[in-house]
């Protein structure tokens, strides 16, 4: 038994989380609060938070002053001034912070770092393609983006080195090694993710799509209790499930 709070929980996910929390008789929510209102982190053991960078930011730093509870982060679309933030609170309290937290998503980040590093970049472009629906304000996605970290990790290199910038009008060629991005933001699309490795010969497309938000729900969930008896530091859902060695 384990005592959880919900930051962000009159948001989509936030109640989404709340549902999967109610359903199972081995967690108390012992908090539900959004940004700008006074909840006792004293009574969390793990704290469950899909709000924004701000109120993440603001949460992280609370729970580091006094030392608890653990976090689990889900927001994405931060700055690199907050990442710094979220590193720093990371020295005093365990967080686990992801952009996705489905089994299959971090199945096929592993994939498409394999695949990055089989393929000679010299042969093979690479693209990815992600759709949300039209409320998510961040652009690419955090998951696309931990794609495009895996692609960039098999190629021996950085993201910030290889992507390059969205294509529009008439430009330059496309430039060799480069990983690309596209985005899409319509009607209630949970999540669609796609990675495209093409050469002049043929096509690899490694994809995922998401049925029901409340698989991320269910995985937030099984990284609270994860993450709740943890020594400080920075974590994402690959040392979660046991891909990575923590």
Known sequence: MFHAGISGARGRMGRAVSQVLDA?????VSARFDWGETADLSLCDAVIDFS??????????????????ALVIGST????????????????????????????VNILIGL??????????????????????????DAPSGTALMLGEAAAAGRGADLEDLRTAPYDGVGAE??????GFSTTRA?????????????EDEVLTLSHSAIDRSLF???????????????????????????RQA
């Open 24 to 28: 199972r008789n081995d967690v108390v």
């Open 52 to 69: 924004t960078p701000e109120a993440s930011v603001d949460l992280a730093r609370r729970a580091a002053e006094q030392g608890s509870p």
């Open 77 to 104: 679309g931060f700055s690199p001034e907050q990442e710094a933030e979220l590193h720093k609170a990371a020295e005093r309290i365990a967080i686990v912070r992801s952009g996705n937290f489905s089994l299959g």
């Open 112 to 137: 498409v770092e394999h695949a990055a590093m089989r393929l000679d970049a010299a042969d093979w472009d690479i693209e990815i393609a992600e759709a949300h629906h039209r409320r998510k304000v």
């Open 174 to 179: 496309r430039e060799v090694g480069k990983i």
């Open 187 to 199: 009607g209630g699309i949970v999540g669609e993710h796609t990675v495209l490795f093409a050469s």
């Open 217 to 243: 729900a269910k995985g937030a969930v099984v990284a609270a209790a994860w993450v709740r008896s943890r020594r400080p530091g920075l974590y994402d859902m690959q040392d979660v499930l046991g891909f």
